[in-house]
């Protein structure tokens, strides 16, 4: 009887490291998440490195874990692409993650969204920031008019 318990429960125990073992093989490479449609890694010439660049940095340092730094991409996006569109293109590669927080169009001209995998140990997370040009005639608008660009991270499960 001592055997088959002792034999049962070396089995439960290495079930649970295989699962465990194969969640943090998994957590360890970030999720990939495509950009949407139209939108291009070649960026148009302007004055908007610093604000872009900016963006990207502050995304790539708040989803750096234990486990090294996100994969951060930024791209130029259509003329015509909204908030909505970028955010539910998004949203729909990560079918069954949680939302992180109010992803609402506030109006401004940063807007940002995140998003956890549903998982209790190592999540990976991602994360998007919208910047677009101010409304015409608003005193505060960035120095590029008509550029629209969005900033995707990717962050390892930590």
Known sequence: MRVLLAGVGAVMVLGAAAVAGARWHTAGEPVPVAPPPGSSTTLPEGSYETVVDNGAAEVSTDLR???????VRTYALPAAATWDQVRSGVAGQLDGWRQVGDC???GDRRVRCSWSE????WPRRVRIVFLRPAAPGDADSYPWPDNTFLVIGAARGG
């Open 65 to 71: 874990t234990g486990r090294g730094g996100a994969e």
């Open 104 to 106: 609402a169009d506030t």
């Open 118 to 121: 549903p998982t209790r140990w």
